[in-house]
Each structure stands twice: as C-alpha cells, then as structure tokens.
C-alpha cells in the first residue's frame, strides 16, 4: 500500500502562484509514476502533471503547459507542482496519484492506483 498527502492549497488572486506537494509513504518502491489530477465542480476529473518516478520525464496538460512544473525530491518521496500565473480557471481540488505501471497512460487517472485526499486551490479574478 502507498499512503499520498498533499498541501500547500489556498486562496490566492489570478496571477499569484502556489506548490503544491505531496509526501508518499508505504510501499513507494513499487510506484514507477506519480502525477496530479485536479476536479472542479460539475467537472470531470482532469489530468494536470505527471512525471516517471526514476526517470523524471514530465507531461504536462496543454492547458498548464508553460505555466505549472512538476519536480521530485526522491530522498524525501516527495513530488512537488509548481503553479505560476494562476488563472480562475484553474479553481478546483488537486489531487496526487500514484502508479504502478510503466508503460501505462499517464493521462488516465484510471492508470494510477493510489490517491491523496486532495487540497483546494482557488483563483480570484
């Protein structure tokens, strides 16, 4: 089993900037990727980040691309997702996942097999 917290949610204005992090505990060894899902309401859950675990490739959303990182720390089984330049549109609960696979689709929450509790972020115009 893997344990994933996040914080670092909050209220901030359109053009401010947050990072999120999530700590992974458990059995990390077995997770090869980690990524952040986000969910507005009346929305369907979305992919933001992901990044492998070992190797450190990124994919990003078109939507955040240019604007959100994604970094680890792997000492510290911590992934990190840096948003810049926030929009309101970028309102919405932020979840961290995990996955097993390794030759998966990143972008399919439906890859990952454990999930933080999530944190909120919201955008003011």
């Known amino acids: 089993q893997v344990q994933l917290v996040e914080s670092g949610g909050g209220l901030v204005q359109a053009g401010g900037f947050l990072r999120l992090s999530c700590a992974a505990s458990?059995?990390?060894?077995?997770?090869?990727?980690m990524g952040w899902f986000r969910q507005a309401p009346g929305k369907e859950r979305e992919f933001v980040a992901a990044?492998?675990?070992?190797?450190?490739?990124?994919y990003y959303a078109d939507s955040v691309k240019g604007r959100f990182t994604i970094s680890r720390n792997n000492a510290k089984n911590t992934v990190y997702l840096q948003m810049n330049t926030l929009k309101p549109e970028d309102t919405a609960v932020y979840y961290c996942?995990?996955?097993?696979?390794?030759?998966?689709?990143?972008?399919?929450?439906?890859?990952?097999?454990?999930w933080g509790q999530g944190t909120q972020v919201t955008v003011s115009s």
């Open positions: 458990g059995r990390t060894f077995s997770v090869y990727v």
């Open positions: 990044s492998d675990w070992i190797g450190g490739r990124t």
């Open positions: 996942a995990a996955g097993r696979f390794m030759n998966g689709n990143v972008y399919s929450s439906d890859e990952y097999n454990y």
